[in-house]
């Protein structure tokens, strides 16, 4: 069993950054590939960004990219999410998942519980 503990939310103004930490512990024996999404209120859950094993491939929601970088630090199983240029469209619950696979951006298996991100305009 994996645990994946999210943490760096909070409120920041429009233009301002944050980074986002996700901390695996338990089962962490295994690399897999890791990736986050994002649930605004009364929308669907959608995949903010991901990147493999490895860390030689990487993907970005379209609505992102050039915005937030995600990297990974396999040595203390921690992934990060840095969020600069941030606009309102980005508040939501801001997820960490882990997937069954290696070097595949999909299959995600567990979940952390999720971290507010609040952007004002």
């Known amino acids: 069993q994996v645990q994946l503990v999210e943490s760096g939310g909070g409120l920041v103004q429009a233009g301002g950054s944050l980074r986002l930490s996700c901390a695996a512990s338990?089962?962490?024996?295994?690399?897999?590939?890791m990736g986050w999404f994002r649930q605004a209120p009364r929308k669907e859950r959608e995949f903010v960004a991901g990147l493999t094993a490895s860390g030689r491939s990487h993907d970005y929601a379209d609505f992102v990219k050039g915005r937030f970088t995600i990297s990974r630090d396999n040595a203390k199983n921690t992934v990060y999410l840095q969020m600069n240029n941030l606009k309102p469209e980005d508040t939501a619950v801001y997820y960490c998942?882990?997937?069954?696979?290696?070097?595949?951006?999909?299959?995600?298996?567990?979940w952390g519980q999720g971290t507010q991100v609040t952007v004002s305009s």
């Open positions: 338990g089962r962490t024996t295994s690399v897999f590939a």
């Open positions: 998942a882990r997937s069954r696979l290696l070097e595949s951006l999909s299959a995600w298996r567990d």
